[in-house]
């Protein structure tokens, strides 16, 4: 069943301003309906927003949507209802961010859906532009058509109004907090805690399931660029680091193992391990993880503590023409190098 909009509203959003302007939407207001499923289904369908709950039932927003569904409230009460929450965090926001950022002025969309056996709620804050009127040739300000949204919020609720699942994208993510702490009152799912555990460890698991015992050497090579990748990225967005890891990998020992394989199993291990595909990188949360020993020989170990710069180059094997085996190891020590330099 396609998107049905039940409802649907426009608000200007203007700190300057006491209250958000009521725009007037006809019922059958074509372009303005285009908007509205473009951004719910750009919001499904993108990968790198972030999942809440709310904080409970509840809060304004939610218990103002269940108000309305429950025919206690019309949408016109419950659109300006949440159009004057937003204004009001945004007008504290903006003193908290003032040395950051400026909220501009925009527009508010908020829509009542209806799809399959489910109720949708969008809200969308839009960036109002500056632009030429080419028929009058004068400047004009308004919602700009092909402009990415600057922040999204899709809540889900079941036939009998429970929260199934809420999903937050935002372009900037300097002042997002207001948008989904404030105005939403939501929490994050998963803590960035968690999900810098859960996704090392999911990572880690598939790379020695599938890669360690068939190519030691790809192996250590790809558990050493994630870590690299978890060390030096503040924020983690899943897509840069199945890029920057695993997309642009070319094997050393191809026919070892399927590096696509690889990449696929990597691809399902949000959902199947239940950690966002964007977060922040809490480096300390990964720390314990990061050691990989090698026993040399029974009195020898090797322990790689951190991310290595240049692995391959820093650290080689050799085999004599006896058959002995060697690992040589640069080092910038003279102190370490006259150590050993029998």
């Known amino acids: 069943m396609p998107h049905r909009i039940l409802y649907k509203s426009l608000h200007t959003i203007d700190r300057k301003r006491d209250n958000p302007e009521?725009?007037?939407?006809?019922?059958?207001?074509?372009?303005?309906?285009?908007?509205?499923?473009?951004?719910?289904?750009?919001?499904?369908?993108?990968?790198?927003?972030?999942?809440?709950?709310?904080?409970?039932?509840?809060?304004?927003v939610i218990n103002t949507i269940c108000l309305y569904q429950n025919q206690q409230m019309t949408?016109?009460?419950?659109?300006?209802?949440?159009?004057?929450?937003?204004?009001?965090?945004?007008?504290?926001?903006?003193?908290?961010?003032?040395?950051?950022?400026?909220?501009?002025?925009?527009?508010?969309i908020q829509a009542f859906i209806e799809n399959d056996d489910m109720y949708l709620y969008l809200v969308a804050k839009v960036e109002h532009d500056t632009y030429i009127d080419d028929i009058e040739l004068v400047k004009r300000v308004g919602m700009p058509v092909d402009k990415q949204t600057i922040k999204t919020g899709l809540i889900t609720f079941s036939q009998d109004m429970n929260v199934l699942s809420v999903k937050i994208s935002d372009v900037n993510a300097k002042a997002s907090q207001y948008w989904w702490g404030e105005f939403l009152e939501l929490r994050k799912a998963n803590t960035d805690e968690d999900n810098t555990k859960k996704a090392f460890k999911a990572i880690d698991i598939v790379l020695g399931k599938q890669i360690k015992t068939q190519s030691p050497k790809d192996h250590t090579v790809l558990r050493n660029t994630a870590i690299g990748f978890f060390r030096n990225e503040e924020n983690f967005s899943f897509d840069n680091m199945m890029n920057s890891v695993f997309n642009r990998y070319e094997p050393i020992e191809p026919d070892s193992f399927d590096i696509q394989r690889v990449r696929d199993t990597i691809s399902r291990l949000p959902e199947q391990g239940k950690f966002d595909r964007q977060f922040v990188v809490v480096k300390k949360e990964i720390r314990a993880?990061?050691?990989?020993?090698?026993?040399?020989?029974?009195?020898?170990?090797?322990?790689?503590?951190?991310?290595?710069?240049?692995?391959?180059?820093?650290?080689?094997?050799?085999?004599?023409?006896?058959?002995?085996?060697?690992?040589?190891?640069?080092?910038?020590?003279?102190?370490?190098?006259?150590?050993?330099?029998?």
Do not use: C, W
Request: glycine fraction near 4%; aromatic fraction near 8%; charge should be negative.
């Open 75 to 108: 949408f016109e009460g419950l659109s300006d209802i949440v159009a004057n929450r937003l204004l009001r965090e945004e007008k504290k926001a903006q003193e908290r961010y003032k040395a950051i950022t400026e909220i501009r002025k925009g527009s508010l």
């Open 289 to 342: 993880n990061i050691k990989q020993v090698y026993h040399i020989s029974p009195n020898i170990e090797l322990q790689i503590i951190d991310h290595v710069e240049a692995i391959r180059h820093l650290i080689q094997a050799e085999r004599s023409e006896d058959g002995s085996m060697y690992i040589k190891i640069k080092t910038d020590s003279e102190e370490v190098f006259q150590s050993f330099n029998f």
């Open 22 to 60: 009521t725009r007037t939407l006809a019922d059958d207001e074509g372009d303005i309906n285009t908007y509205i499923v473009d951004s719910v289904g750009a919001i499904v369908n993108q990968l790198d927003n972030r999942s809440f709950v709310p904080e409970s039932q509840t809060t304004e």
